[in-house]
């Protein structure tokens, strides 16, 4: 079946229902989890991480930001990646559902450096926060281009090192790859989600665009599993 894949869908996301929760939300956070773990996402934000700090002192201790942070696992794995490279940081995750934030906090109750809060990105409360890097993970698919200019305009301008970005390539293969994987999955939701969250996602020209557009200072680098990893520096 042919898809097409020119423009980005508006089609919305069962995920994007902020008042879900319960076991189909939780169970859903973390298969998605493991999914983003056997594909490699997870590597593709933490050596983002590892560009922007790269001659950074380790004397002092580093903001990061997690937008749609889920259930925290990715700031866990920068926790423990902190840890073990003598890193101070202070991990906040932020996301608009208040049931994931509830689970990562359960879920990270031995990482004191480790925050999630209920927060609108688009608030004036969000917008009065101090970071050094922002993270944006399968994140900014779920906005409209025009939500996304005001959106990464104001992190950039707040954000001291940079932001690292981790999104999906909007193509046919991916779109076809996934649907072979589907079948191994159990979990509708992700699989419905996932194939619109392809069709959602962008090519490189809407990046270098954006880039253009907002005249940032930025790296676009293609990653497995059909990935752009998206950094941009001050």
């Known amino acids: 079946m042919f898809i ?13 229902d902020f008042s879900m929760k319960g076991e189909l939300l939780r169970d859903t956070l973390d298969k998605l989890g493991n999914i983003n773990k056997w594909l490699g996402g997870n590597r593709v934000t933490l050596s983002g991480i590892k560009r922007l700090l790269k001659g950074k002192p380790k004397d002092k201790t580093y903001t990061i930001i997690d937008l749609g942070c889920g259930h925290g696992d990715i700031l866990r794995l920068i926790a423990d990646f902190g840890r073990k490279q003598g890193y101070k940081f202070k991990l906040i995750g932020i996301d608009a559902n208040q049931d994931a934030i509830d ?3 359960e879920l990270s109750t031995n990482y004191p450096e480790l925050v999630f809060e209920n927060k609108d990105i688009f608030s004036e409360d969000f917008q009065k926060m101090d970071y050094d890097i922002a993270l944006a993970t399968l994140f900014l698919h779920h906005f409209k281009t025009n939500e ?46 996932g194939l619109t969250s392809i069709l959602r996602a962008f090519k490189r020209e809407d990046l270098e665009n954006l880039s253009k557009n907002l005249n940032l200072k930025s790296e676009i680098h293609w990653k497995w599993a059909f990935r752009y990893q998206w950094l941009i520096k001050k």
């Open 103 to 105: 689970y990562a906090t």
């Open 4 to 16: 097409d894949t020119i423009y980005r869908s508006n089609k919305t996301e069962i995920m994007d």
């Open 148 to 193: 996304l200019e005001v959106l990464l305009k104001q992190l950039a301008s707040k954000a001291k090192l940079g932001l690292v970005i981790n999104d999906l390539h909007r193509s046919e293969i991916a779109y076809g790859l996934f649907k072979l994987l589907s079948l191994v999955i159990s979990n509708q939701m992700i699989i419905d989600d």
